[in-house]
């Protein structure tokens, strides 16, 4: 504290020797500051200051501390020796670059761990580890998309053939209950009246598997009042085939099936078949013409 004042006593002491020397008559000869008096005047200032930092009890005993923040001699020390401010670092201050600044408190290896690095090229810093580039992984190669699209074309417009000589499987084991007759009528039991017939009505019990005639192409699933759920598949060479009276089907449109695959299941009759049972409905067409298919069962 002592030491603080004193800095300050000096301060004030040259500024009172500034604007003293303002004042001057001959401002052409400028103003000289006598550092000597200054450092006797501080040491008067400390040795003024100590004697009023005495208590009242000290005064009284006439007890006179005359050497408080002086040197040995009872003399103010230099300023430099007063002020002592290396003495208030907590650390002693190192020159940039040494390569060994520490902050108090702090291992050098908590810093590097933190990575407050010591600057390349300073003495002490470790040395920069330089790491590979990556390699870059290839891409797996993919298939263009238009050998993409055309596989999917080639799927699209897969190549179906039929042809009579080849024949149909049979789609279920029933008996037929009203043939294909498109030249005379036939006799059709519910409605008690005779018409021509484009399919075969075949007799299956409910829930009978319904197996493919030929391998085609799903083209349509529809609803008829007369024959109820029913599936048309294309089976190649202008050829297609209906199967009505259906249940549980299985295939949607655009599906390809194998000859012999199941697509539905018989269902219960609708009401232009309550006289004749459940049965499945079977049409064959040629270019859009009934045609018989009873003949083609193998």
Same mark, same amino acid.
């Given at each position: 504290?002592?030491?603080?004042?004193?800095?300050?006593? +000096?301060?004030?002491?040259?500024?009172?020797? =500034?604007?003293?020397? $303002?004042?001057?008559?001959?401002?052409?000869?400028?103003?000289?500051?006598?550092?000597?008096?200054?450092?006797? $005047?501080?040491?008067?200032?400390?040795?003024?200051?100590?004697?009023? $930092?005495?208590?009242?009890?000290?005064? /009284? $005993?006439?007890?006179?501390?005359?050497?408080? !923040?002086?040197?040995?001699?009872?003399? /103010?020390?230099?300023?430099?020796?007063?002020?002592?401010?290396?003495?208030?670092?907590?650390?002693?201050?190192?020159?940039?670059?040494?390569? %060994?600044?520490?902050?108090? !408190?702090?291992? @050098?290896?908590?810093?590097?761990?933190?990575?407050?690095?010591?600057?390349?090229?300073?003495?002490?810093?470790?040395?920069?580890?330089?790491?590979?580039?990556?390699?870059?992984?290839?891409?797996?190669?993919?298939?263009?998309?238009?050998?993409?699209?055309?596989?999917? &074309? &080639?799927?699209?417009? @897969?190549?179906?053939?039929?042809?009579?000589?080849?024949?149909?499987?049979?789609?279920?084991? !029933?008996? #037929?209950?009203?043939?294909?007759?498109?030249? &005379?009528?036939?006799?059709?039991?519910?409605?008690?009246?005779? @018409?021509?017939?484009?399919?075969?009505?075949?007799? +299956?019990?409910?829930?009978?598997?319904?197996?493919?005639?030929? /391998?085609?192409?799903?083209?349509?699933?529809?609803?008829?009042?007369?024959?109820?759920? /029913?599936?048309?598949?294309?089976? !190649?060479?202008?050829? %297609? #085939?209906?199967?009505?009276?259906?249940?549980?089907?299985?295939?949607?449109?655009?599906?390809?099936?194998?000859?012999?695959?199941?697509?539905?299941?018989?269902?219960?009759?609708?009401? =232009? =078949?309550?006289?004749?049972?459940? &049965?499945?409905?079977?049409?064959?067409?040629?270019?859009?013409?009934?045609?018989?298919?009873?003949?083609?069962?193998?």
């Amino acid at each position: 504290m002592i030491a603080s004042s004193a800095f300050v006593l +000096a301060a004030l002491t040259m500024t009172g020797i =500034y604007m003293k020397s $303002n004042q001057m008559e001959e401002p052409d000869d400028g103003y000289t500051i006598d550092f000597m008096a200054l450092e006797n $005047n501080a040491s008067d200032k400390l040795q003024e200051i100590a004697q009023n $930092n005495q208590t009242e009890e000290d005064q /009284a $005993n006439g007890i006179v501390q005359d050497n408080i !923040g002086l040197g040995e001699d009872g003399n /103010a020390t230099s300023l430099d020796e007063m002020l002592n401010l290396d003495d208030d670092l907590d650390y002693t201050p190192m020159e940039v670059g040494s390569g %060994e600044i520490e902050l108090p !408190g702090v291992p @050098k290896k908590d810093l590097l761990e933190d990575g407050l690095m010591i600057p390349e090229g300073v003495a002490g810093a470790p040395e920069m580890e330089i790491l590979p580039e990556p390699e870059l992984e290839e891409a797996p190669e993919t298939e263009p998309m238009e050998q993409k699209e055309t596989a999917a &074309n &080639n799927v699209i417009s @897969k190549s179906l053939h039929f042809s009579e000589e080849n024949g149909l499987l049979r789609p279920v084991s !029933g008996e #037929i209950i009203i043939p294909f007759n498109m030249n &005379n009528t036939v006799h059709f039991y519910t409605l008690n009246n005779y @018409k021509c017939n484009p399919g075969l009505v075949v007799s +299956a019990d409910v829930g009978t598997s319904v197996t493919a005639c030929a /391998a085609g192409k799903v083209v349509n699933i529809f609803d008829n009042e007369e024959i109820g759920h /029913a599936v048309t598949m294309d089976i !190649g060479d202008g050829y %297609e #085939i209906t199967y009505g009276q259906l249940e549980g089907i299985n295939v949607t449109q655009g599906d390809y099936v194998e000859a012999g695959d199941v697509i539905a299941t018989v269902a219960e009759p609708t009401k =232009y =078949y309550c006289v004749e049972g459940s &049965n499945l409905y079977l049409e064959m067409t040629a270019g859009g013409e009934p045609v018989n298919p009873e003949p083609l069962f193998r």
